[in-house]
């Protein structure tokens, strides 16, 4: 494949200067309407080594406003990275609307430059280009538009430019011994690269191969595609601006999970006092000695809350962490988005606070805000909710295949119950702070919210991250019924991981 | 000091269960009322070695809303943290409006543990109070509350618990080798700590030390000494609330500042076509090659840019930038603050963006906006733009302790430039998105801005970051000298590094 690109196209001095000088007023002319009109730019440079990514990034950006590009060189992952998944250090440097972010390497390392170091096994590649896949898809979906360029040059054409780069001393350190091995194994290396290509040219987000070692002809070529791939952006946008919206009738899928999951819950469960406080006891322990070995093991845990208003998950939370260890946990709470995250995907303040290795990240209220409130009160179209379902299990399969234990808990209590504790909220001076208008507003909906936890159950409940429904009216039998299960997991995790090592 | 401490104080099972009880339903009231007047809260533990500094933030966190607070460890820097000044990565942590901040560790591990550790040269130390102190005072000027407890325990009782800790495999990994020499040494690091004590005990933080042998009495004290500053906090402000407001005429300082800075500039200086080819050519090449030089002596450097509105900022910074290398520079853009940024200090937005040892971090708009539309427009109070002065001078020094490059520009032109810049604009369709109301009604103000702008540069310019007033009615000269003084600032660092290593 790459072998057949021609290698010799040049462009004189001339033509290059006069084309340049007009596509640099364009291109900032279209910078500012992608501004406007609010759409992110990610602009990934890959290429073999020595082929000058380096410096076409910076004719590129030679036209841009710097106010409104950021660069990025991704390296080796650094110790905080690596204790992370994978797209973690992508996700949290994500454009905001209007913003352009360009990748010096990017998410591609891993099935290309790592994967020839080694530090990507062969194994692991269906994962890792898995995880590209729905990441480029998923941004894409949301509106972000993805360029991706690959710069070619040939075996010969490297080893003189590494060689010039190794003769001058400002240069050396810029040339390392992989780098080497790699115009050595030249062969292998672009088959790999190739399979890459291959495997991840989508419509959504083409490759565009270009012949770098006249470097004005690649510059222009990368420019001009640029240009041509937002502004037919923008036309399109403009076509679809003259459409009447999309309708979102708030169809309600009643039928269809009427019958769902919560009406099967027995409510009746309960525990005696005197059982609460003995398991509750022994669980506490338990997990506080898990905590360690997870530390230890360098295992990531994600626990989700979700459930009605006033359904527990402030108590439940509070019991789970209680014999914890503070320094190797996080309780995020999750409120309406502030303006920075508005701006962004509406997952990337999750990813944000993904927990490192060895720690335990618990979430009040999660990303399936989505699928429950965003889709009831309209915040978002019912094109974007329904794609919500798999791009959810895509985030939580990432996090799994990053070895983290990912758990979600829908707290389970029934309207007369509600009724119940929100009058005694009411009724309690130290309470009266937790029950506002919108509680009651909310409860009004019940049914539409129903049937929306029923859907997001049935397609949301996946091995590597299920969700257990917890019988919330007593209180009791609810807490203890969550730390056994985040015991019961932990302990099932750390087994398979200490076999496996 | 410390070996007066009577560490055989303790508390009965029963009187500590009651008292506990109590405090923890008033310690969440208190959260809750200083999370609605939105005070942010930092508490810091600081200590012996297994004086238990995580079993009592443990305790503490017990009666709080574990959505309200956050607890960092603060172990030895990362690699990133090492790269910036010492200050970043504790400034990145302090607590929004309304927030409690728990510090395991903190900024003082640079004047004990680090200083023991050898991390801290002695003739650093000096430095290392005065960041301490000035950082304190800045966020406690804000309105931060901050409570810092020091664990004690003697040498005997930590030698007993060091080898309870290494007796178990769980928990031998706690016990490090520089414990048991600070154990050994126990006389000399207790005298460091002493000291550290004593040179920052201020009336705005003060320490509380805890006689932490019985864990009991510690935690009474802990919470009770974190309730009575709260209270004490929150009446204070309550009390406050009910006088009259502070009045903040727009008193001008114009007779002080009218012969000032600005007016002794000589605006007529200019550059012929020719000669700014030639010297901008020369001068982008050296600068390429002097940021390469940088990357490789993990040299920092901010620059901030501010001037009259069409004064040149953003040519300016298109020049300095062009044959940069992008992965070792940034352009910050300074807007109004958003809704996150608004319940941090304002200096807080500012250390987010400070740049990594070896790349050059670029202001369009920096922190000098707090000294003048914030000053002008009443965006904050007298009080307040005079004490930034000293806020701003200390934030510099911290960042050219860290062995940064500050310089700082001001683009200068004159009223009747402005208004031909401005016309030019709104005649030119490319160009009239650089123009809005905004900037006419600021020009009205000019008089204003030049009385703040003179007290500026008078109060800030100091040698470790000094200001420059470019003469902007010729853009070619202006672009020409703000690029040589960066030059020129750069090499007089390199070479006085260079030197001294």
């Known amino acids: 494949m790459l072998e057949k690109i021609d290698l010799n196209k040049t462009v004189d001095k001339k033509s290059y200067r006069k084309v340049m000088d007009e596509a640099s007023q364009r291109l900032g002319l279209l910078q500012r309407e992608c501004k406007a009109a609010g ?8 290429g073999m080594g020595a082929a000058g990514k380096g410096v076409q990034i910076n004719r590129l950006i030679q036209a841009l406003d710097p106010r409104g590009f950021d660069v990025y060189a991704c390296d080796r992952p650094t110790e905080d ?37 080694g530090l990507t096994p062969e194994d692991k590649l269906p994962d890792a280009y898995q995880d590209i896949l729905s990441f480029e898809k998923q941004l894409s979906d949301d509106g972000t538009v993805i360029i991706k360029f690959f710069l070619y040059i040939d075996k010969e054409e490297q080893k003189k430019r590494f060689k010039k780069l190794d003769g001058s001393k400002e240069t050396a350190w810029r040339v390392t011994r992989e780098d080497w091995e790699r115009n050595k194994e030249f062969e292998r290396y672009l088959t790999m690269n190739e399979e890459m290509l291959e495997n991840t040219d989508t419509d959504y987000a083409p490759w565009s191969i270009i012949e770098a070692v006249d470097r004005d002809y690649a510059a222009l070529k990368i420019v001009t595609a640029v240009m041509d791939r937002l502004e037919s952006e923008l036309e399109e946008r403009k076509a679809a601006g003259e459409k009447p919206a999309e309708k979102t009738p708030l169809k309600t899928t009643r039928d269809r999970f009427k019958n769902g999951v919560l009406s099967g819950i027995d409510l009746s469960k309960s525990l005696t006092e005197e059982e609460y406080k003995e398991r509750m006891k022994k669980l506490q322990k338990r997990l506080a000695q898990l ?68 720690h335990i990240a618990i979430f009040d209220r999660t990303w399936y805000g989505r699928v429950m409130v965003e889709r009831i009160e309209g915040f978002c179209t019912e094109t974007q909710w329904k794609r919500a379902y798999q791009e959810i299990n895509e985030m939580e399969s990432h996090m799994a295949n990053a ?8 707290l389970h209590i029934d309207k007369d119950e509600q009724e119940r504790r929100f009058k005694e909220r009411q009724a309690d001076p130290l309470k009266q702070w937790k029950i506002t208008d919108e509680d009651w507003r909310n409860r009004e909906k019940w049914d539409q919210y129903e049937d929306a936890v029923n859907e997001m159950l049935v397609r949301t409940s996946t091995t590597y991250a299920p969700w257990i429904v917890v019988e919330g009216n007593d209180k009791h039998y609810a807490r203890v019924k969550v730390l056994q299960t985040v015991v019961d997991a932990l302990e099932k ?6 076999e496996s090592r």
Not at 308 to 334: C, E, F, H, M
Not at 493 to 498: C, D, L, N, Q
């Open 39 to 46: 759409i992110p730019v990610i602009i990934v440079f890959e």
């Open 81 to 117: 990275e690596q204790m992370r998944p994978f797209l973690w250090r992508y996700w949290t440097k994500t454009p905001a609307r209007g913003r352009i972010a360009i990748f010096d390497r990017s998410w591609y390392r891993s099935v290309q430059v790592d994967r020839f170091d």
């Open 291 to 358: 905590h360690s070995e997870l530390y230890r093991l360098r295992i990531p845990v994600v626990i989700g809350f979700e459930g009605w208003d006033a359904g527990g998950k402030g108590g439940a939370i509070k019991r789970l962490t209680s014999q914890l260890d503070p320094r190797g946990y996080r309780v995020n709470p999750t409120a309406a988005p502030n303006d920075i995250e508005k701006v962004h995907h509406y997952l990337w303040r999750f990813w944000n606070n993904v927990p490192k290795a060895g």
């Open 403 to 410: 070895g983290a234990v990912v758990l979600k808990f829908w």
């Open 493 to 498: 995790k750390i087994k398979k991981v200490k």
